[in-house]
Structures are given as structure tokens and as C-alpha cells.
């Protein structure tokens, strides 16, 4: 099993949303049973406090339910029980290697570090006031998580509205030949490539506000993965 923990300040925004938004990745791939994820705060100012509501939002629009979630304050016993304490700055990682009295194992690390954007902070909603950018960081962090320790890569169309752009986002992740087009049989020409063997990808569906058809469209590009046998199902 793989024990997580994720640390922001207060443990009201940036941290339990990235707790909510992994468990929901790992409960899509199937693999609920070989996590433990939690989070928790490197202050005491809101110990006890739920998720703030602007953040409890964002999970809600998503399908996300972080009720019964309060503040906790990250001790030291947690670099002993965890395998990776994830923080979302340069000051949360300060201030986690204060409480665990230094990183001697290595299991203190930056979540936009895995998303391919090292040493990049999770934008901070409570300065910004802007709860989507940050959970678009939180989501390009935890995928990356993902990938890093079970070797299933997200494939995340929640923002697609049209067929274009499914193809936008596929062209990057499956190292697209200039020959082939936008279409089904192209995709599954490609997933059935030596260049994609046993690889596996989760899909992540449109938002529930998108435009039907894009739903429609979605179905049936799972449909194709999972037909290749590259679907994480």
C-alpha cells in the first residue's frame, strides 16, 4: 500500500482538495484498496475547520464529496507512517521538514514536481481567489502522482466541448504520426502500435455541464481504449 499525505498551510484549500481529488482518481483506476491518502496543515490556524466553501465547491461541480473532512495539524509520527508527504510550496516544504525535523528518507516532495513543472507552487486560491486555476495545478499534480508510482497515465477531457478537442489532447499523449487523422479508427490504429503496448490510461470524462454530444464523443473514444485493451476499466 502507498500512504499519502498532502500539506498546505491550513489544510482547508489547496491540500484537501488535492486528498479528494487523488482518492478520486485511485477509486476510477480500481486501486482504492492500495492507497491511503489524507492530508493535513503545517499551522495551527485553522485546526478543525472544514473545507473552505469556495474549495468544497469546486469538488462538488466535480462530482467530489468532501464532507466530514476537518483541519489537522501534520505531526511528526506522519513522516514515519507516510511514504510521500506532497506539499503545494516552496514554505509548505519549509515548514514540513521543521515538523519532521529534517527529509532524511526523501519522502518530502512538491506536487507540481510531478506535472513536469518543478520547484512551480499550486496557485494559492486563498491570495488569488481564483479556485479553477487552482484545481486545474492540483489535477495536472495528482495525475503526474499517479503515473509516478502505478504507471497509469490520465487522459483528462473534463474541459472538452467539441470533437477537436479530444484530439488536441490526444495528439499529446499518444505521440500522434503526422499520417494519421482526427477519427476512431485512427486512434485505435494507434493504441494498437508497438509504441503503446501495455501502456494503460485512465480516462477522465467532460464536466457534467458539457455539451451532450461531447459526452456522446467520450463514450465512444472508451470505447476504442478499451476495445485496444489500453482502458484502465
Same mark, same amino acid.
Given at each position: ?13 489547496? $491540500? ?59 505531526? &511528526? &509520527?506522519? +513522516? ?9 510550496? %516552496? ?9 519532521? /525535523? /529534517? ?44 503515473? $509516478? ?12 466541448? %467539441?470533437?477537436?478537442?479530444? +484530439? ?44 451532450? %454530444? ?20
Amino acid at each position: 500500500m502507498t500512504k499519502i499525505l498532502f500539506v498546505c498551510h491550513g489544510n482547508i484549500c489547496r $491540500s484537501p482538495s488535492a486528498e479528494f481529488y487523488m482518492k478520486e482518481l485511485v477509486l476510477r483506476a480500481g486501486l482504492q484498496d492500495e492507497f491511503e491518502i489524507a492530508s493535513a496543515a503545517t499551522h495551527t490556524d485553522e485546526i478543525g475547520s472544514p473545507v473552505y466553501p469556495p474549495s468544497r465547491k469546486v469538488l462538488e461541480k466535480h462530482g467530489i464529496d468532501c464532507s466530514g473532512k476537518t483541519a489537522r495539524l501534520m505531526s &511528526k &509520527k506522519d +513522516y514515519a507512517h507516510y511514504d510521500l508527504l506532497i506539499g503545494m510550496d %516552496e514554505e509548505n516544504l519549509r515548514d514540513m521538514k521543521r515538523i519532521s /525535523g /529534517g527529509d532524511p528518507e526523501n519522502k518530502i516532495h512538491n506536487l507540481l514536481d510531478y506535472a513536469d513543472r518543478p520547484g512551480e507552487p499550486v496557485a494559492d486560491p486563498w491570495y488569488t481567489r481564483d479556485f479553477d486555476i487552482t484545481w486545474r495545478d492540483i489535477g495536472e499534480g495528482c495525475q503526474g502522482l499517479l503515473d $509516478s508510482i502505478s504507471g497509469i497515465r490520465c487522459v483528462d477531457f473534463s474541459a472538452c466541448t %467539441e470533437r477537436d478537442d479530444f +484530439y488536441r489532447i490526444l495528439r499529446a499523449i499518444a505521440d500522434w504520426p503526422s499520417a494519421f487523422g482526427n477519427n476512431l479508427d485512427a486512434v485505435f490504429h494507434i493504441l494498437i502500435s508497438p509504441s503503446q503496448k501495455g501502456k494503460r490510461y485512465l480516462l477522465l470524462p467532460p464536466e457534467a455541464s458539457a455539451p451532450r %454530444e461531447a459526452h456522446a464523443y467520450y463514450e465512444k473514444i472508451f470505447e476504442i481504449f478499451d476495445d485496444a485493451g489500453n482502458a484502465v476499466t
